[in-house]
């Protein structure tokens, strides 16, 4: 006798939202629809990968010492890790 | 109060080159396309940077198929190229694969595969021999007929001893030749550092039947589990790896199997044939490198179905060399 599917079985199929794979795919089948060259495509092209990409670790800095982490004498005025007390004047 | 400047939470920490991005992205599509990624490979919260997340699946799938290792240490590298232009023809991105293994030092063999011989004849021989073939096709390894290669390589003239050497550098002269002979390696110095059957020869190999016998007999734990191991390594059919389109001289080997504590002679060779081949320049260290179209996720698929075989072979592999490294094999 043929199998039939019980409604319960049937609910508990994995949905294509619920599957982390088939979200990432089309996540990037999104991502490689895109035109290839955007404005920032024309940027890089630019200004050049490798300059970019020390642009981003500059940046990358800035935001790791502006958001935590300190340095000397930052490091003095922290009361909690990751958040900096008022400038001393 | 003083205002703190704050960086606004939807500027990225990192920011990865559009080109840079699209290139990761088409790994990954072909990744997913060769079938080779589940939920359990893909990182948690997968981010922008794309081939970070190739990384992440890649591992996982290596860990997986390698599972934890004791000795080898195999390694993979994964080089993605722009498209350009060869000879004149537009060429899409390509990607090559490197794999092979570091060293895990030198480890001493001796006392385990003598036990073996004197346990059963041909035993010892034949953990060699299949070690040896298997290597061959998964993470090469000096064993003491490999050494006795590289001996005939650099001193030998690639004859199976020194007797050629001395005629030409000294002709029929006596004391000449003698002196050379006390400061070179000898195939004498071979045949009392190893046994005569850890040097090759044409002895057959003791049968699968066989071998099973032995272990169901043996009294000796370790017996058994050698030939345990050993039978694990013989139960994964590789095919023979053709090494001859590779230029140069190979020297990416993951171990050296000498003798015992006494045996100088392995390194001796070793470092003298290092030296000539590092002099020469013309030597490759990788087991294998394959260049793809990063489209082209067929290929990927069959280099990933050929791949699970080779980590299977090399976690047998190295279960056997394991079992004969380690422990105490000097008391009966």
Redesign the interface.
């Known amino acids: 006798m043929a199998s039939r599917k019980s409604p319960s079985s049937a609910r508990s199929a994995p949905r294509a939202e619920d599957d982390p794979v088939a979200r990432y795919a089309a996540r990037l089948d999104r991502f490689l629809a895109q035109p290839g060259e955007g404005e920032a495509g024309a940027l890089e092209a630019a200004v050049g990968e490798a300059k970019l990409a020390f642009v981003s670790s500059i940046v990358h800095q800035f935001a790791e010492d502006v958001r935590g982490q300190p340095h000397g004498d930052r490091q003095d005025r922290m009361v909690v890790r990751g958040a900096l007390l008022p400038p001393l004047f | ?2 205002q ?4 606004d939470p939807g ?1 990225p ?10 290139r990761g ?2 790994l ?2 072909t990744l ?1 396309n060769a079938g080779i ?3 359990a490979l ?1 990182p948690a919260r ?1 981010g922008p940077d ?1 081939l970070r ?1 190739c990384q992440t699946v890649l591992e996982g799938w290596v860990r997986r198929e390698l599972g934890a290792l004791r000795m080898l240490r195999p390694y993979f590298a994964l080089n993605l190229r722009e498209a350009g232009s060869d000879a004149g023809h537009a060429v899409g991105p390509s990607c090559t694969i490197e794999w092979g293994g570091e060293s895990f030092g030198v480890r001493c063999v001796g006392p385990a595969l003598e036990f073996l011989e004197r346990h059963q004849p041909r035993l010892g021989r034949t953990v060699l021999q299949v070690l040896e073939r298997q290597a061959f096709r998964t993470l090469p390894i000096y064993t003491p007929a490999i050494v006795m290669e590289c001996a005939s390589d650099v001193y030998w003239y690639g004859e199976s001893d020194e007797d050629m050497a001395l005629e030409e550098a000294c002709g029929d002269d006596a004391d000449e030749r003698k002196a050379m002979r006390d400061n070179m390696v000898t195939r004498a110095m071979f045949d009392s550092t190893f046994p005569g059957w850890a040097l090759g020869g044409r002895s057959r190999p003791v049968g699968r039947r066989t071998l099973q016998h032995i272990a169901e007999s043996a009294s000796d734990r370790r017996v058994a589990n050698v030939i345990e191991s050993l039978i694990s390594v013989l139960g994964v059919d590789l095919p023979n790896y053709d090494w001859s389109f590779r230029e140069g001289r190979f020297v990416g080997f993951s171990g050296v199997l000498a003798w015992g504590r006494e045996d100088e002679l392995t390194t001796r060779v070793l470092d003298d044939y290092e030296q000539m081949v590092s002099e020469s320049g013309d030597y490759f260290e990788t087991c294998g490198e394959l260049t793809i179209a990063v489209e082209d996720h067929e290929t990927f698929a069959r280099w990933f179905d050929a791949m699970r075989p080779w980590c299977r072979a090399t976690r047998a592999l190295d279960g056997l060399i394991w079992q004969i490294c380690e422990g105490d094999w000097s008391a009966k």
Request: net charge positive.
């Open positions: 109060m003083f703190l400047p704050v960086v500027i920490c990192a920011l990865v080159p559009q080109a840079s991005r699209r992205a088409l990954a599509r997913l990624v589940d939920a893909m997968p794309h997340n």
